[in-house]
């Protein structure tokens, strides 16, 4: 049986809602406004200063995730990364929840009939990065986020509850043109201070048995930068290759070093090697200096508008910080005495002891941070509530 439908008698409706919507819009943006302006914490509206031209103006603005206030940028924006082809998930919150991102680039590194794709899968991050600058030299974006494919890592701010959506969209753009070149990281260790020595002695390098960026000598040093004549005593920045650059400053760096470090890359065989040896070289190659080793609360406040004037719980935090680090080391080290000594270490009372006494004080720093993040006002990317878990040897975070 045919049904029929009156069609023109639905024909006025639009006039008529028309009529009670505009009216209905404009109270709500209205009332927007004035509830924005309370809604502001001091840090907020220090952060959201001269970013927007009213109070409340920011709640206007769409965002792909929860309701979190975050200041909207002029400038154009890429995010850099690469990925293994049967992963193409772990780029989601790239898509989904980077605020104000003008373009992506996205390299399967080991699928080389990818539209962005690598010659081969060797070089890390690195030649992800060297690539997409080569192949872009003349068409960047105001900046240029070069991360790493996961959204949650152990080397992610912490104050960003270790999430790299928070960290991309929180970055204030107009410190990064001005500074050029800035690590995302604000936590220090690893990698501050004095982080790589060159030519170390094989004590010292047999000290540190997994760490491949000790292997960096001199003569890599001129294979790199053959026309830089003196010879850094230390290189150090925050881990772990992940940073913002500006387009003139990406272009103040000649194709020439961009390709001789990709020719390195492809000749030497130890891939591992390569990516550290670029972790602690990138503040070298945009800024000409050896140490960047930034105060962790005053890179907050001007990378990501995390600003507290009244610094006792952000240094009751950073202390706690310390001593889970500190903990770590220690038991290593007594775990390597032990193994030397030939005793038990499976199953060890005393190293049992050691274990819980470290996550206590990881519990511990864990209820300091998720104290000092409520107060600063980072926004809420991921939903959720705040667990904190602890077991040695893992990466594990506050989630």
């Known amino acids: 049986m045919a049904i029929i439908v009156d069609a023109p008698s639905f024909a006025p409706r639009p006039r008529s809602i028309k009529r009670f919507l505009y009216p209905f819009i404009a109270i709500l943006l209205l009332f927007t406004l004035l509830l924005g302006s309370r809604l502001y914490t001091p840090i907020q509206a220090r952060f959201f200063a001269n970013r927007y031209p009213f109070p409340g103006a920011e709640l206007l603005l769409p965002y792909h995730s929860s309701s979190a206030r975050l200041p909207s940028s002029p400038y154009t924006t890429t995010v850099v990364t690469g990925r293994l082809d049967d992963d193409p998930f772990q780029v989601d919150w790239i898509m989904r929840k980077i605020r104000d991102l003008t373009t992506k680039a996205i390299y399967i590194v080991d699928d080389p009939g990818a539209p962005l794709h690598l010659p081969r899968n060797h070089g890390r991050e690195s030649m992800v990065y060297l690539r997409y600058i080569l192949d872009h030299y003349d068409k960047l974006n105001d900046v240029t986020f070069f991360m790493h494919a996961a959204q949650k890592a152990w080397h992610n701010n912490l104050l960003h509850r270790l999430d790299s959506a928070v960290t991309v969209s929180m970055m204030n753009r107009s410190y990064v043109l001005e500074k050029g070149y800035v690590n995302t990281r604000c936590d ?212």
Not at 264 to 293: N, P
Request: glycine share 6%; net charge negative.
């Open 188 to 399: 220090t260790d690893p990698g501050c201070p004095h982080w790589i020595k060159f030519d170390p002695t094989w004590d010292e390098v047999a000290e540190h048995d997994t760490r491949f960026e000790d292997l960096y000598n001199t003569k890599l040093w001129n294979r790199i930068f053959p026309n830089v004549t003196r010879m850094p005593k230390f290189l150090s920045q925050p881990c772990c290759s992940q940073f913002a650059v500006s387009r003139e400053r990406l272009r103040s760096v000649p194709r020439e070093t961009y390709q001789r470090l990709v020719d390195w890359i492809e000749e030497e065989a130890m891939d591992g090697f390569t990516g550290r040896v670029m972790e602690y070289t990138w503040q070298y190659l945009f800024l000409g200096v050896e140490e960047l080793c930034p105060d962790i609360k005053t890179c907050y406040c001007e990378q990501y508008g995390m600003c507290k004037e009244d610094h006792g719980l952000f240094e009751q935090w950073e202390a706690k910080v310390k001593e889970v680090v500190d903990r770590d080391v220690d038991f290593v080290a007594l775990k390597k005495e032990m193994e030397k000594a030939g005793q038990e270490t499976e199953g060890s009372p005393f190293l049992a002891r050691h274990s819980e006494r470290t996550s206590n004080a990881y519990l511990e720093r864990c209820a300091v941070e998720a104290k000092l993040i409520d107060e600063l006002g980072v926004p809420p990317l991921l939903e959720g509530g705040r667990t904190c878990n602890y077991e040695f040897g893992k990466e594990v975070w506050c989630a």
